[in-house]
């Protein structure tokens, strides 16, 4: 008589012996939501390109305010030298805080774009894709950085129309993208975060336009932080956009920078917005 064929090698192996049955177990296969990270992220930031190539009206309507701060504030104080700067025109030490300035006022009010898609009924179908929340979060703020890399771009052409001295070394200025794109990520992470705390655009609206301001003022921005008054020097030294501003001085105007500690809290402030986000992100759909 011939042999009954033996059980291939991966079914025994998975067989376990269970009250004189076999139970066959298999693994679960892995959740893919981690592999479509970049190509989630790729995703979010070809939809706001596409937005600014359809629509160049929000582009050139936040191309004024900067324009304004350069154009009046900048080349006054310059002509007053009301505030040291290091010996440097105060128009060239004011523009890098007016690049971050501008990312920072379009991606402060980025959680309004997550509310209004819940109202829309896409978050939901967004939460129930096998893509994690984090990469959602992350998808979307560096959309907003992208966005913002868009404005700092616009800011930087006035800024070299007006004459102020900044660097073209290619190797600088993706440091300065990094930087504009790393910001803009802690601060639309901030928008979401409070976004799914209030559940409502005209909370958010409020809340945004209430905190920007004193985040402006109080950093770096405008003004050197040895001339602030104690209090305000502690607020920029926990102040995200200092770090930001510090980052972008030095590696535009080449002054003195701790461009290591700058980029490490901008990466840390990025981390913990987007662990902040996520963790709230379920709270809007309900």
Same mark, same amino acid.
């Given at each position: 008589m011939s042999e009954a064929p033996a059980a291939p090698p991966s079914a025994s192996a998975d067989r376990v012996a269970g009250d004189g049955i076999g139970l066959l177990v298999r693994a679960p296969a892995p959740r893919p939501g981690w592999r479509l990270l970049p190509a989630r992220i790729g995703a979010m930031c070809a939809v706001e390109l596409q937005k600014l190539r359809h629509d160049r009206t929000e582009l050139y309507t936040r191309a004024?305010?900067?324009?304004?701060?350069?154009?009046?504030?900048?080349?006054?104080f310059t002509r007053i030298r009301a505030i040291p700067t290091g010996g440097i025109p105060y128009l060239d030490f004011m523009a890098p805080g007016i690049i971050a300035q501008s990312a920072m006022f379009i991606a402060i009010f980025y959680g309004i774009q997550i509310i209004w898609e819940r109202d829309a009924g896409v978050l939901n179908k967004l939460l129930v894709t096998p893509t994690p929340r984090s990469a959602l979060v992350t998808g979307k703020a560096f959309a907003a950085g992208v966005k913002?890399?868009?404005?700092?771009? !616009?800011?930087?052409?006035? #800024? +070299? $129309?007006l004459g102020v001295a900044m660097t073209w070394n290619p190797l600088r200025l993706l440091g300065v993208a990094a930087a504009v794109i790393l910001g803009s990520a802690f601060f639309s992470c901030l928008s979401m975060t409070i976004a799914g705390i209030v559940l409502s655009r005209d909370r958010l609206m409020g809340i945004g336009q209430a905190i920007t301001m004193p985040l402006f003022f109080g950093s770096n921005a405008l003004?050197?932080?040895a001339v602030m008054p104690g209090w305000l020097q502690a607020v920029s030294k926990a102040n995200p956009l200092s770090y930001q501003v510090d980052a972008l001085r030095g590696l535009l105007l080449g002054t003195s920078?701790?461009?290591?500690?700058?980029?490490? !809290?901008?990466?840390?402030? #990025? +981390? $913990?917005g987007i662990t902040a986000a996520s963790s709230l992100l379920g709270r809007l759909a309900r």
């Amino acid at each position: 008589m011939s042999e009954a064929p033996a059980a291939p090698p991966s079914a025994s192996a998975d067989r376990v012996a269970g009250d004189g049955i076999g139970l066959l177990v298999r693994a679960p296969a892995p959740r893919p939501g981690w592999r479509l990270l970049p190509a989630r992220i790729g995703a979010m930031c070809a939809v706001e390109l596409q937005k600014l190539r359809h629509d160049r009206t929000e582009l050139y309507t936040r191309a004024v305010q900067p324009a304004l701060w350069l154009l009046i504030f900048g080349q006054t104080f310059t002509r007053i030298r009301a505030i040291p700067t290091g010996g440097i025109p105060y128009l060239d030490f004011m523009a890098p805080g007016i690049i971050a300035q501008s990312a920072m006022f379009i991606a402060i009010f980025y959680g309004i774009q997550i509310i209004w898609e819940r109202d829309a009924g896409v978050l939901n179908k967004l939460l129930v894709t096998p893509t994690p929340r984090s990469a959602l979060v992350t998808g979307k703020a560096f959309a907003a950085g992208v966005k913002s890399l868009v404005q700092a771009v !616009v800011v930087i052409v006035i #800024a +070299a $129309l007006l004459g102020v001295a900044m660097t073209w070394n290619p190797l600088r200025l993706l440091g300065v993208a990094a930087a504009v794109i790393l910001g803009s990520a802690f601060f639309s992470c901030l928008s979401m975060t409070i976004a799914g705390i209030v559940l409502s655009r005209d909370r958010l609206m409020g809340i945004g336009q209430a905190i920007t301001m004193p985040l402006f003022f109080g950093s770096n921005a405008l003004y050197p932080v040895a001339v602030m008054p104690g209090w305000l020097q502690a607020v920029s030294k926990a102040n995200p956009l200092s770090y930001q501003v510090d980052a972008l001085r030095g590696l535009l105007l080449g002054t003195s920078a701790h461009l290591a500690l700058d980029f490490a !809290v901008l990466v840390l402030a #990025a +981390a $913990l917005g987007i662990t902040a986000a996520s963790s709230l992100l379920g709270r809007l759909a309900r």
